[in-house]
Each structure stands twice: as C-alpha cells, then as structure tokens.
C-alpha cells in the first residue's frame, strides 16, 4: 500500500516573475500526479500539496533548487491518498488576501516589520513570565473546534475581515501588553502580526510554524485544545488520541469537531454537525433556522 503525505509551505521572498513560477509549478506538480492548492504572488509563495510520500519528496527537493525558496518553511501530515481532487496553482495580488497588498513589505528575509517569532518551547518560556494574551489568526469555525487556552477569538468570517476589526476599538486595551498571534501553519500570522503592529500594538509575537509545529511539539499535552480544522479533504486533524472535543453539535448540541457545509448551494457557511444529525437528515432540515 502506498504511503501518502501532506506538504504545508510558504515563503516570503520579492518575485519578479510570479507568472512564470506558476507555470513552473504546475507542471512540476502534474508531472509527479500531486494535487493541492498553490498561490504566488510578488511577495512570494503558499501553498499545500499532497501524493505518494516519493512525489512529495521529489517535489520539495526540486522546489528548493530555486534559490529563493531553499529556505521556505514547510511541515508534514500524513495523508490519505484523496486529500486533494485537482491541482490549483494561481497568481493573487496578496498570498493571503487580507485586503491590504500595498501594505505588506516583504525583502528576501521575509516580512518587514513583522511580529518577533516564538518557537513552541519559547513561547512556553513567555507564559511562564509573563501574562500573555493568544489571538487566533483564523475565523470563527476553525476556532471553535480547536484553539489555544482562553485565547481571543476576533469575530471575523474571513481574513479580509481582520483589518475593519483590528481597526474597531476591541483590543486597544491589548497594545501595551504581550500578544501572540497563532494560525494554522503560520502563513497568516505573519500578515496578522505586521498589521497589528502597523496599528499601534507594541509587543506582537508569532508563534513560528503555526498550530501544526506546536502539535508535533506537544501534541495534546500543552496549551492548545481540541482539533486543527485544514484546508482539505480531512477536513479536521488531531495530534493525539488525547484530544479534547471542545465543540459541539449546532443541532443537539452533543460533542463533536465534524464539520459539515451548509445544506444550500448557495450559502458557503460551515457548522459543527455529528454524524447522528448527519445521517437521520436533520441537518438537512435545520440548516435554514441555523442562519438565522
């Protein structure tokens, strides 16, 4: 049997040509059968992709020849083998679209002006000293199936939401005093956290590698709660037999971290369904009174 992986990576580096990396890329990836999503940009590279673990490694290895991404970051999952139906790769104006291309500043280091990086023993250092404050990088639904301890969760349905909301007033009290901002493989945070101090907050960390790197560290044995929502067909991941189920189901309110769409096509909202409300139809039936 075939053994699959998942590669989560990104890179912040000037691109001059992005278009011509895309189509590096796409025939790269179709030519040893991976699928998975890629964007680029002139500030650099994101992505996830996934295959046969031989595939995988021939692509990071050949992706890494080109100078400018030998030092992306990169972390693995195991896979299943189905995680990705097609191959995407495209060129945006901003590697995560918060809405704010132009105030992004990236050099061949990576972002300017950024939160300070915390690996996941540092920031174990910063708790013990100090009283810090965790602000998740992601929206509502992935926050509510998994999340650091008593962390702020902004009300924010996507991350072109989070400008408007660090604008708003609701965490000036937060300014002066340590925040560590945290997202799913780090991508995020990385343009949270320059904006957040574009915006007056003075002491802003990152926690470097994300949610998955903090997991590999401590698995469920630390700071974070629950299950990490990803952007494939997984769906959702833990990273033990330990994990807490801290979410529950939207109709009988029973544990569960199963996500489901919204029953109507043209609503694109997710909620947390069991799979008992998901096999006797009554999600089907309650999605409408959900939304309101």
Known sequence: MADYKVLLFYIFTPLSDPDAVRLWQRDLCESLGLGGRIILSK???NGTVGGEIKAVKQYLRKTREYAAFKPMDVKWSMGTGNDFPKLSVKVRDELVSFGAPGELKVDENGVIGGGKHLTPDALHELVEEREVTFFDGRNAVEAEIGRF???VVP???TTRDFVAELESGKYDHLKDSPVVTYCTGGIRCEVLSSLMINRGFNEVYQLDGGIVRYGEAYRDSGLWEG????FDGREAV????DAAVISTCTICDEPSNRLQNCDDPACREQFVVCVTCTEEDRFCDAHAALKQ
């Open 43 to 45: 500030d650099g590279m």
């Open 149 to 151: 301890k008593n962390a």
């Open 155 to 157: 009300d924010v349905e």
């Open 227 to 230: 299950s990490l929502y990803v």
């Open 238 to 241: 833990t990273f033990s037999d």
